[in-house]
């Protein structure tokens, strides 16, 4: 079992940044992939960016150049730094965790972007 918690969202004006951080805890040592997907109201939960044990990421063409995916391998750790936040980023963030083929969700944080 991982147990998994993000921090970091809040309320942000166009063009600034934020950074959200997830740590897992239980079976961390068979962890593989971490990343972040987002669910925005009305809309269905996408992938935001991922990134590997070994460290390979990917990205949505939305935030290529605008997110930047970070891992802590030691602390169990994935991050997400956000400049460049624009208003169609507003939604809640997800921390997603694969280890042994089993998925495992944080509960969530509020990302808004609005003047």
């Known amino acids: 079992q991982v147990h998994v918690v993000e921090s970091g969202g809040g309320l942000v004006q166009p063009g600034g940044s934020l950074r959200l951080s997830c740590a897992a805890s239980?079976?961390?040592?068979?962890?593989?992939?971490m990343g972040w997907y987002r669910q925005a109201p009305g809309k269905e939960r996408g992938v935001v960016a991922i990134?590997?044990?070994?460290?390979?990421?990917s990205y949505v063409d939305s935030v290529k150049g605008r997110f930047t995916i970070s891992r802590d391998n030691a602390k169990n750790t994935v991050y997400l730094q956000m400049n460049s936040l624009r208003p169609e980023d507003t939604a809640v963030y997800y921390c997603?965790?694969?280890?042994?083929?089993?998925?495992?969700w944080g509960q969530g944080t509020q990302v808004t972007v609005s003047s």
């Open positions: 239980g079976t961390s040592s068979s962890i593989n992939i």
């Open positions: 997603y965790v694969m280890a042994r083929g089993y998925s495992y």
């Open positions: 990134i590997s044990n070994l460290g390979s990421t």
